[in-house]
């Protein structure tokens, strides 16, 4: 693998309107990032990817951008913006914006000007079509729920097409004009001295044309958008010419989102000289969700499940490229309540967790808050619910037969919102968050989850993420943390998630994720234990005795 300059960073993901507020209106800022850098630092991270922090109506917290080139005032400035790179710049930290240009937001410009005049060339920016027969052109099923298909403004006889909401009107990439906005937009942020971008639910700019209906998959009669991407060609040449214009020129660093790329795709997408420098693996992400909705999806994995996920992943990429690992991101749970069953939620099976994940080959990304163990919220009621996801699939839940009880469970489970309440830094007012009224409420449980008294604590999971950042970058370790191969250890053994990392050095990562304790067979001489997650460690000549929930890296002879 050819080296680049962020193979060996770890990133960070800052959600910013949850993050830290300054001045006291409740919503996160600027400033705030800019604050907490010395943290961030510290804890050793480098890559921060924001969440968006454009101008935006905020249906879809700033995934609804309506300038691209500027900041909203509720985040800052582009002042404020300049500081955080160049401070970041200072310690060394890169900044990466979102890219959402799959769609805009309908108060941008060129809606407004394609609602006055849809023949003209903002029309074009778009998919508008005329209404035949009052039927829509296509049966599909937005990702917010309801069909894709909207009426224009002050045009009875047109609809405009919206993958997610109808105040994210897609753009037409298909019209080379389009493109070229969208690049500009990327070249003016990127001499602006960022360090690259997170983009968007890119794999939607790929329509399947013309529209057509797909068999209905549940009872409204419509069909998920996902149907229609399996069907998608030639994607390809939009993120290839992207690239080229783009990102290739600034040796930007990319991470896609990119859901469902076919096996033979992923050279194109994250190789050497791919479309992106890396793209996230979702694999666990999607396991056990329901096509039928959230209410019938599965609110945790077993270590099995979670095992056999990162497994598949990391026999899939191999040497291809750099993958992106997480456990949480902002549109999912919390990662210790979906990957940790409840009766295995303690302090010891987080940092297994973390130490499994951190660990495999690939880029590691920590969401704000996830060092600390953040957890999800037990909603009790709708109006604490903000999200427009969540939403809908209340809705959905309870169209299909479930409880108001029931449906809320599932949106506790799994509501974007638990990863957006505001980061628990104290056990002071709104969690040391805000000093005024948090636009989302704050986890109650802030006493006993919070950065200041982990901070502290030696044996916090804070601290464990420490020793995690340090083994990677530890001199010794890095070239094998970050170029050497994975294989899986002892892959049959239940419970127990082993991987080796062999390159400069042989790492062994054995993690038990059971109340019992469990023997290993050794593949050969133990030469030390680099981290622990527990005082003790027994090791005979050929085998080590996992005590519960034991996380231990060892290096080894081979
Ligand atoms: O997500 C794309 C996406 O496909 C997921 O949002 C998923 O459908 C959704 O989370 C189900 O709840 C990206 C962003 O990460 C997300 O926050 C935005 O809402 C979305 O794009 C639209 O920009
Ligand atoms: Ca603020």
């Known amino acids: 693998m050819k080296k680049k300059w962020w193979h060996e960073k770890i990133g960070y993901q800052i959600y ?12 996160g800022d600027l400033t705030g990032v800019i604050e907490k850098l010395p943290y961030l630092e510290q804890l050793g991270v480098d890559i921060l990817w924001l969440s968006p922090v454009y101008p935006s109506p905020m249906v879809d917290n700033g995934y609804d951008i309506s300038d691209y080139e500027n900041i909203d005032p509720r985040f800052g400035t582009l002042e404020d913006m300049d500081r955080l790179i160049a401070e970041a710049k200072k310690r060394e930290m890169y900044i990466l914006m979102d890219l959402v240009v799959n769609h805009c937001s309908d108060e941008h410009e060129w809606f407004q000007q394609a609602i006055k005049d849809p023949d003209g060339k903002y029309g074009n920016f778009f998919y508008i ?9 296509c049966n599909w099923r937005s990702y917010f729920g309801g069909p894709v298909w909207e009426e224009l403004p002050g045009h009875p006889d047109k609809q405009y097409l919206h993958v997610f909401h109808k105040k994210q009107p897609d753009l037409n990439w298909e019209n080379p004009e389009v493109r070229e906005e969208v690049y500009k937009n990327i070249r003016w942020w990127m001499e602006k001295g960022l360090g690259g971008f997170r983009i968007d639910a890119i794999i939607n700019i790929k329509k399947k044309l013309p529209f057509s209906d797909y068999p209905a998959d549940r009872a409204d009669g419509l069909c998920s958008v996902g149907r229609m991407l399996e069907e998608a060609e030639g994607i390809g040449e939009f993120l290839g010419e992207m690239a080229e214009k783009c990102f290739h020129p600034y040796d930007a660093f990319t991470v896609g989102e990119v859901f469902n790329e076919k096996e033979d795709e992923i050279k194109d997408f994250i190789g050497e000289n791919g479309y992106f420098s890396s793209m996230f693996d979702f694999e666990e992400t999607c396991y056990g969700k329901s096509e039928d909705g959230w209410y019938a999806s599965k609110p945790y994995l077993t270590p ?3 095992k056999k996920c990162i497994f598949h992943t990391q026999k899939k990429i191999g040497d291809t490229g750099m993958i992106s690992n997480i456990i ?13 069953s409840p ?40 109006d604490q619910i903000d999200d427009i996801s969540t939403i809908d699939e209340y809705q959905v839940a309870l169209r299909a037969g479930c409880s108001e009880k029931e449906a809320l469970d599932a949106a506790s ?14 056990a002071e007012k709104n969690a040391g968050f805000s000093e005024g009224e948090p636009w989302l409420g704050v986890n109650p449980n802030y006493k006993e989850i919070n950065v200041k008294s982990q901070l502290t604590d030696s044996d916090s999971l ?3 993420y420490k020793k995690l950042t340090a083994l990677r970058k530890a001199p010794e370790y890095k070239e094998t943390l970050v170029y050497g191969t994975f ?6 053994q239940k419970n127990l998630i082993a991987y080796t990392r062999n390159g400069e050095k042989n790492l062994l990562i054995l993690g038990n994720m059971q109340a019992q304790s469990q023997k290993v067979s050794l593949p050969g001489e133990v030469k030390e234990v680099l981290l622990n997650n527990q005082k003790a460690v027994e090791i005979t000549e050929k085998e080590i005795i996992l005590k519960p929930y034991q996380f231990i890296v060892l290096e080894t002879a081979v």
């Open 462 to 464: 804070l601290s464990f």
């Open 16 to 27: 910013p309107k949850s993050f830290l507020d300054t001045n006291g209106d409740g919503v």
């Open 129 to 137: 079509r005329d209404k035949k027969d009052d039927k829509a052109p």
């Open 304 to 306: 099995e499940e979670y």
């Open 343 to 382: 009766e295995d939620r303690c302090p010891d099976s987080r940092k297994l967790l973390a130490g499994v994940y951190f660990l495999l080959k690939g880029i590691p990304f920590i969401y704000q808050g996830q060092e600390i163990g953040m957890e999800n919220m037990e909603f009790t009621s709708m």
């Open 413 to 426: 489970a799994f509501s974007r919102d638990n990863a957006r309440t505001p980061v628990q830094w104290s």
């Open 328 to 340: 949480e991101n902002h549109d999912e749970p919390r990662g210790v309540c979906h990957y940790i």
């Open 487 to 492: 294989a899986p250890y002892q892959e049959e």
